[in-house]
């Protein structure tokens, strides 16, 4: 006997619709990358995106054809994120710190229609328009007044004629909530890059997730600011759980540095923040540099990397804001596990609550996970074993875009798929995860990811290069950095500057390693694979000189 409940889908288009109706006066503000700040209504972001879904449907996009953006956190992107999911394309959100070769991959790769861009990349699409296999439209985000005089893109049309020359009445249409919404790639594994691709369901469920009060904590007396760019995780989902809750929502645009950012905050009256940790050095320079404290901010998550326990004293004891460490993935859309004490917690010490709070957290609602030897057999949560952590739940990634036959799942013995995060993670008996180590390859160096397997190619590319391995090296503020360690041919001579002149060109420049060590022998394994958890620990005190 089935439940007799409407079965209404959960779709994303529902969120913009809710907030318009019930808080259609409340907030967006954006400091755009004109420079002004650009302020409208929920009632004004559900106009322009029902004039957007009219224009992109004028453009001969097809349900499920995929709509890239290369843009910043700002009210056009938000009328984007709307407008093409909701009329059931799939909003592609492109990362512009990615190198050109990397970002024309991956719009190939996604099959991307079109490309809307924020005007500060015209030099990157002018650049890079004619690789495009796909792409049939670039819209530059902004009026007339932005456009070039000339150009070499072809087709470049303005985003703010479409909208002028589009209706405003569009109904959202009904489908399955299990259709595709958006897609994002991550560089967080081996090789290329893999997309994600989210549904109306996954999303809608982890916005219900993420506004609970052990969670984010969100509702429509807060006034968000999300630092993490819309293209991370779609900003961790914030765009959308601010419509759930009807929050005021302040957009930063490109500007995130410490002063930019602390004055949003204090003009309007920000509550609630959301960031990497190297952000909110840079803020924390600028409020300690001049004295200044927070008068409305609340609390602020913190994720994407390891919160240091240094900036969680800072903000609780001398701010008196609330860190909300976070834990997730690209893949996990991205929330896992957010660290809130427990009830019974209360009366802990000060250093018994700080020891706690310097976790990842505990997970919520939705998210399944376990902790496994190389066997695959479940270790015990008591804090101090550690082992592989897997996830699972309804807005976890199932398998990778476009990449048939793949297995991505483990299944374990009840035949239940489980996602290897590549994390190592120890869980104590409340259930707070702590991560200890990581299994997967890469450096994250500021919240974005370098793959160490690319940097080790082109080294191995250097003549006199016999082999490379690339590990992560710990820095104050990127938290990580790339080290290459070299080892050379035989009476090959090549200096470090040789070796780090030959990434010229090939990378993007914020890849290239902070150091060149060369070594007599790089330690290999019984398959011949270097063994790079043996180098790791032998220079896992290594001071890099930009440190
Ligand atoms: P991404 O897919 O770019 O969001 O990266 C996800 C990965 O970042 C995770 O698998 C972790 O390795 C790392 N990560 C995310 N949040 C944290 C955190 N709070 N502490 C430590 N590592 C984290």
């Not at 982890?206 to 991370?232: E, Q, T």
């Not at 090959?492 to 040789?498: F, G, L, P, Q, Y």
């Amino acid at each position: 006997m089935l439940g007799q409940m409407m079965n209404q889908p959960l779709l994303i288009s529902s969120l913009l619709t809710h907030a318009e109706r019930h808080h259609g006066t409340r907030e967006i503000v954006s400091r755009r990358v004109e420079g002004d700040i650009h302020r409208y209504t929920y009632r004004d972001l559900g106009r322009r995106a029902r004039q957007m879904a009219n224009a992109l449907e004028s453009l001969g996009i097809a349900t499920t054809q995929r709509v890239g953006t290369l843009a910043w956190n700002g009210y056009r992107h938000m009328e984007l994120y709307y407008a093409a999911s909701g009329a059931g394309m799939v909003l592609h959100t492109l990362n512009p710190r990615l190198h050109p070769d990397q970002l024309v991959w991956i719009a190939d790769n996604a099959g991307d229609q079109a490309i809307f861009f924020d005007a500060t990349f015209l030099p990157l699409i002018e650049a890079t328009a004619a690789r495009y296999a796909t792409v049939k439209h670039f819209v530059l985000m902004g009026d007339r007044s932005l456009m070039p005089a000339e150009t070499r893109i072809p087709n470049l049309r303005c985003y703010e004629d479409l909208i002028d020359q589009s209706p405003d009445h569009y109904d959202w249409p009904q489908f399955d909530e299990n259709q595709a919404s958006s897609l994002c790639y991550t560089s967080g594994t081996t090789g290329n890059p893999k997309g994600v691709l989210y549904s109306h369901r996954s999303t809608v469920l982890h916005a219900y997730a993420s506004i609970a009060p052990d969670a984010l904590n969100l509702s429509s007396r807060d006034a968000i600011l999300p630092v993490v760019p819309m293209f991370h995780v779609n900003a961790w989902g914030l765009p959308y759980a601010a419509c759930m809750v009807g929050a005021k929502v302040v957009f930063p645009g490109a500007a995130m540095d410490g002063k930019s950012l602390y004055d949003l905050f204090e003009d309007e009256g920000v509550t609630v923040s959301a960031g990497v940790p190297t952000v909110w050095q840079g803020l924390l320079g600028h409020t300690e540099a001049n004295s200044l404290k927070f008068s409305t901010m609340t609390r602020t998550v913190i994720g994407g990397s390891a919160c240091p326990p240094a900036m969680l004293k800072m903000f609780e004891d001398h701010y008196g804001v609330q860190v909300l460490h976070a834990w997730g993935m690209t893949e996990m859309s991205p929330l896992g596990t957010v660290c809130t004490l427990k009830g019974g917690q209360e009366d802990l010490s000060p250093a018994e609550k700080f020891a706690v709070q310097s976790k990842q957290g505990r997970a919520i609602f939705g998210v399944d996970m376990k902790i496994v030897d190389a066997d695959g057999k479940e270790l015990p949560w008591d804090g101090k074993t550690s082992g592989e952590l897997l996830v699972r739940g309804p807005w976890i990634l199932d398998s990778y875009f476009n990449r048939h036959g793949e297995d991505t799942l483990r299944f374990d013995a009840a035949g239940l798929g489980w996602f290897p995060t590549g994390d190592v993670s120890a869980i104590d008996p409340d259930g707070f995860m702590q991560i200890t180590d990581r299994t997967k390859d890469v450096i994250k160096s500021g919240g974005e990811w370098i793959s160490s397997i690319d940097l080790e190619n082109i080294a191995m590319g250097h003549p006199a290069v016999a082999m490379a391995a690339c590990i992560a090296a710990k820095h104050p503020k990127w938290d990580e950095r790339p080290l290459l360690i070299v080892m050379k041919k035989p009476g090959a001579e090549a200096s470090k500057e040789d070796i780090l002149a030959f990434f010229d060109g090939k990378i993007a420049k914020w890849w290239l390693p902070d150091d060149v060590v060369f070594v007599d022998a790089i330690p290999l394994g019984a398959t011949g694979k270097m063994q790079k958890n043996k180098l790791r620990e032998e220079f896992k005190d290594y001071v890099l000189p930009t440190a």
